[in-house]
């Protein structure tokens, strides 16, 4: 029966859902799709389908213009006061610092639409994937097409090395495995069967009789009947989870939006305060709205936005250095505040390769690990278990030696050439004579081999599930040659492997004086003698453990979300140090598979989270349901992958890690941060980095804040005290300009302090202001601002001529002092090394030679209207400056002794 001898309402009923493929007999997929299994649909119908259905490939949103990424950098407060500002000093006058202020905004600008542009590249890699080509049968004939031309009922051929086209059912499996890691975190290829399978709500990588799209063939052929394209493809249906998925905005983001809101606000009363006052003091008006303008400009930080761009950019430049490559600059300080990293296995924890993990040989019952003890390989069974995995092997090896096919097979012969026993040299004395291929249903294979001895003999050597080859076993192979078998104590030791997470397989031999007759399984494989059990896993990375201990230490939990079995992720989570061993009875309890976790609720989800480190067998939605369930708890979520499978969870993240080399385009490109080297412990290098980015911007708050008080309380208090306008408009610009600058932005190049990777991750609602922030700030602000007018006091009892000057200069310098004296939180800045951090003692040293200029240069002295000091009062002014220095430093020295407990929390 073609697609024409049934009506096309049958390929797809308008409004009824699809139903589980996998459920239904490969004659019932057929019926629903009307084509017929051997010749497939007619071109006609396939051209009247194609234009129902649309082409077989991924939609995707028609990405913002260029333009319209550009106009959202303005939309936020900070930058609007920043513009404002700018204005404002252009009508005062003061060009400069109006250019100077929109540089930094047209800075934020070009940085902000780069990061947006790239951002919408994420679906356009998904898109990519799409297998190109594709082997169809139509009319009866098998054609070659593009693989957009498929429609839902075409047959489609499937052979090694194929990039699977579409969703399939499978109506024909010889041999067949399928590569699913990019979708399901399978870290082997399946084998893939047939049969209609009972579950209607299987996982993806329990669905053997299914087919997705953008998978890989590994092994054998097979073919299959089409029942999703495009987007309602398993593929489509990630890309429409990434892009319903939205970004949200960083911590630092959060808190830099607040902060401008804030400085808004101070900015307006403060020009309401001052302008007020002067008109009641009789000062004139002209004079009183330069001054109140001119300090809203200073109340502004503009170089905040520069501070932290740079700040970020520098993380980045180190960050690279370490192999990892910074996408969106806020990642750096995001991964400061993350408090659970959910991790993939494989790949990223483990080496994305299967080894031989263990060997049991039943003549002492012992298990060896994954070396063959020196000297045994001469021995029996040790030397006929090596030949087995050899042999009994379909995996190749290339030109330049590299093995490859089965993960399974590979690493079996891997481990038998490591040995001394490589299957190319073996080969030349037992040629394979023919083969009982590997069946689900047997679940073993044998390969017969010519005896090395000659004279016409055969060994037969076979593999393949313990249960299936120990029941066909009547003896095993000792040293002296076979002796009895403890059957259920080999059993039972291969269940305890199996519950380690380890793929168990046994091997055994049978010496046949000719071929059997006829070769079946029923004639090859019975009487054998075993020869032992191999396990196999793919392991740990080896700098997996420390970097998961280091973020342990940290206050970071890690979490293991994977597509692979429960007992898989349990053993390599144990061995990592992400959960403790279990106890017996415990597994169950320690880990959350996705037909569990489907079973459950938000709300549920969300209380268990709390507990669990180990997710298995989830799918992309369930990943996303798992971020979204610690996010829910308050938590800061990382989220690292390099499947296509992760892509969505790795954008709804707070924080998305992609890696780099294994890495799918589509999760590098949804990802915050690529790990070049797929390195886990670079995560910790960007913890640290992050923490310490983030230590530089409260520092430079701080820094810039109480500056700004203690220019603010000069102007306010002075009138209240009886005292002259103690500075111009012209001197705070200065001031604003000198020490907010470059001081400020060589904060952001500051090393990280001791205690930094000792400390729990920052609460994720915490204000900047939070742990004592707010305090110093005001106490250093009244500080400043009490020794600016003392200093104004002085000079006026003396009758000096140069009083302003003295207050002008010793704000600059308390400015400066301050600057050096919070380069750490807590430990002193004379065991932490004034030279250090060099950027910063050249700030200080060159602010201080243009304030000296500003003095002592002639022409200078008229553009700033000063005059030059005395030494003596320059000496003074400088001395009383350093009492910022002085207090700051006695400040930490108590609270290195407990007598002060604001911000040490560590």
């Given at each position: ?24 007999e490969p004659e019932a997929v057929a019926a629903r799709f009307g084509t017929c299994l051997r010749t497939g649909l ?663 804040l109480a500056g700004n008080l203690g220019e603010f309380l000069v102007l306010l208090v002075a009138p209240f005290l ?124 060159g602010g201080a030679a243009l304030q000296l200029a500003v003095i002592y240069v002639p022409w200078l002295n008229e ?44």
């Amino acid at each position: 029966m073609t697609g024409g001898d049934r009506p096309a309402a049958a390929a797809a009923i308008p409004g009824e859902a699809a139903p589980p493929w996998h459920t239904l007999e490969p004659e019932a997929v057929a019926a629903r799709f009307g084509t017929c299994l051997r010749t497939g649909l007619t071109a006609a119908e396939a051209r009247r389908r194609l234009a129902e259905h649309g082409p077989n490939r991924l939609r995707t949103q028609p990405p913002r213009g260029p333009l319209a990424i550009l106009a959202r950098q303005f939309a936020d407060v900070m930058v609007g006061l920043l513009v404002a500002a700018a204005v404002v000093a252009g009508a005062i006058g003061e060009a400069v610092d109006a250019a100077a202020i929109l540089a930094i905004v047209a800075l934020n600008a070009v940085v902000g639409f780069v990061q947006e542009y790239r951002a919408e590249r994420a679906l356009l890699a998904l898109r990519s994937m799409a297998a190109p080509r594709a082997t169809a049968v139509r009319d009866g004939r098998v054609v070659p097409l593009p693989a957009a031309d498929l429609v839902p009922g075409d047959v489609v051929l499937l052979e090694a090395g194929a990039v699977v086209p579409a969703d399939l059912r499978l109506v024909e499996a010889v041999r067949l495995h399928v590569q699913e890691a990019a979708l399901t975190g399978e870290s082997q290829a399946l084998e893939k069967g047939t049969e209609a399978l009972a579950t209607p709500g299987l996982a993806l990588g329990d669905r053997v009789n299914m087919a997705y799209g953008g998978t890989m063939v590994t092994r054998g052929r097979g073919r299959g009947v089409v029942v999703a394209t495009g987007m309602a493809t398993e593929f489509g249906r990630i890309a429409d989870l990434l892009s319903a998925t939205g970004d949200t905005r960083t911590p630092l983001q959060r808190r830099l939006a607040r902060l401008g809101r804030q400085l808004a606000l101070a900015a307006i009363v403060a020009c309401m305060v001052v302008f007020a006052l002067g008109m009641l003091r009789g000062e004139p008006p002209a004079l009183m709205f330069l001054t109140a303008v001119s300090l809203a400009v200073a109340a502004v930080p503009e170089a905040l936005p520069a501070v932290v761009t740079v700040g970020l950019a520098l993380g980045a430049q180190r960050m690279v250095r370490r192999n990892a490559l910074i996408r969106r600059l806020p990642a750096v300080e995001t991964l400061g505040s993350v408090t659970v990293i959910c991790s993939d296995k494989t790949g990223t924890l483990t080496q994305n390769r299967m080894r031989a993990e263990a060997f049991v040989l039943e003549e002492s019952g012992a298990r060896h690990g994954p070396v063959v003890p020196p000297g045994a390989a001469q021995r029996e069974p040790w030397r006929s278990l090596l030949r087995a995995m050899a042999l009994c092997n379909d995996a190749s090896a290339e030109a330049d030696g590299r093995l490859v096919g089965d993960p399974t097979e590979v690493a079996l012969a891997v481990a038998a050439r490591e040995a001394g026993f490589g299957r190319s040299v073996l080969e030349r004395d037992a040629p394979r004579l023919a083969e009982l291929p590997f069946d689900a249903e047997r679940k073993r294979m044998t390969t017969l081999h010519r005896a090395p001895e000659g004279g016409g003999r055969v060994v037969a050597f076979t593999k393949g599930a313990p249960e299936s080859v120990i029941a066909l076993c009547s003896a095993r192979l000792a040293e002296a040659g076979p002796a009895p078998l403890d059957t259920p104590r080999l059993l039972a030791q291969a269940e305890r492997m199996a519950a380690e997470g380890l793929r168990v397989l046994a091997f055994a031999r049978r010496d046949w004086p000719a071929p059997p007759e006829p070769l079946a399984p029923e004639t090859a494989e019975r009487d054998l003698v075993l020869l032992g059990l191999v396990g196999l896993m793919d392991p740990p990375r080896p700098e997996a453990a420390q970097a998961v201990a280091e973020c342990r230490a940290a206050g970071i939990t890690p979490v293991m979300v994977t597509g692979d079995h429960p007992l898989t992720a349990l053993a390599i989570a144990g061995r990592l140090g992400i959960l403790d061993a279990p106890a017996d009875g415990e597994r169950r309890h320690r880990v959350l598979t996705g037909q569990e976790l489907a079973a459950i609720g938000p709300e549920a989800l969300a209380e268990r989270a709390a507990h669990l480190r180990v997710y298995a067998r989830v799918d992309p939605a369930q990943k996303i349901a798992i971020v979204e369930a610690l996010q829910r708890r308050g938590e800061v979520v990382a989220m690292t992958g390099d499947g296509v499978n992760d892509a969505p969870a790795l954008k709804r993240a707070d924080i998305g890690v992609a890696m780099g080399r294994i890495g799918t385009d589509v999760a590098r490109e949804a990802a915050d941060m690529v790990l070049l080297d797929d390195n886990f412990a670079s995560i910790v290098a960007a913890v640290r980095e992050g923490r310490r980015i983030f230590d530089n911007i409260r520092k430079f708050v701080q820094f810039v804040l109480a500056g700004n008080l203690g220019e603010f309380l000069v102007l306010l208090v002075a009138p209240f005290l009886g005292l002259p306008i103690p500075l111009l408009p012209v001197h705070i610009l200065w001031v604003n300009l000198v020490t907010d600058g470059l001081p400020g932005l060589a904060l952001a190049a500051e090393p990280e302090e001791r205690d930094v990777m000792r400390r729990p991750p920052r609460p994720p609602a915490e204000s900047v202001f939070a742990r004592g922030l707010a305090a110093r700030i005001v106490w250093i602000g009244l500080l400043i601002g009490a020794l600016s007018l003392a200093v104004q006091a002085c000079g006026l009892a003396s009758d000096s001529p140069r009083w302003q000057t003295m207050v002008f200069t010793a704000l600059v310098f308390c400015q400066l002092f301050q600057a050096m004296a919070i380069r750490t939180e807590r430990e002193s800045l004379f065991r932490a090394g004034p030279g250090s951090n060099r950027a910063m003692l050249g700030a200080v040293l060159g602010g201080a030679a243009l304030q000296l200029a500003v003095i002592y240069v002639p022409w200078l002295n008229e553009a700033m209207r000063t005059q030059p000091l005395t030494a003596g009062e320059l000496a003074f002014c400088v001395a009383v400056s350093a009492l910022v220095l002085v207090a700051i430093e006695a400040e930490k020295w108590l609270m290195r002794r407990g007598a002060l407990r604001h911000g040490a929390a560590r």
